[in-house]
Nanobody, 115 residues
Framework: QVYLVESGGGLVQAGESLRLSCRTS????????MNWYRQAPGKQREFVAA???????NYTHSVKGRFTISRNNAWNTVFLRMDSLEPEDTADYYC?????????WGRGTQVTVSS
């Protein structure tokens, strides 16, 4: 069974930072590409950031320079460091990976940024 468990969300003010974590089990984490998505109220889920097994990263344009994705293979955990948060970053954030051709998602963690 694959489990992805996000944590670290909360309520912050604009300009502040948060670090999200996604702890995984049931996959060979070392070789997995890990992604973060988010879904704002009333909007479709959107890609935020990705990190491959070799540490290459990719970000959606709106978070480049503010968010940093990283991974700790010893802990089977992927992180999303979010700096200079803006009200537009308010959303539920989800960890995702594709394992054995199956899309696996966590239950999400809520991030609210007040202005």
């Amino acid at each position: 069974q694959v489990y992805l468990v996000e944590s670290g969300g909360g309520l912050v003010q604009a300009g502040e930072s948060l670090r999200l974590s996604c702890r995984t089990s049931g996959i060979n984490f070392k070789i997995a590409r890990m992604n973060w998505y988010r879904q704002a109220p009333g909007k479709q889920r959107e890609f935020v950031a990705a990190i491959t097994s070799d540490g290459s990263t990719n970000y959606t344009h709106s978070v480049k320079g503010r968010f940093t994705i990283s991974r700790n293979n010893a802990w089977n955990t992927v992180f999303l460091r979010m700096d200079s948060l803006e009200p537009e970053d308010t959303a539920d954030y989800y960890c995702q990976t594709t394992w054995k051709s199956i899309d696996c998602w966590g239950r999400g963690t809520q991030v609210t940024v007040s202005s």
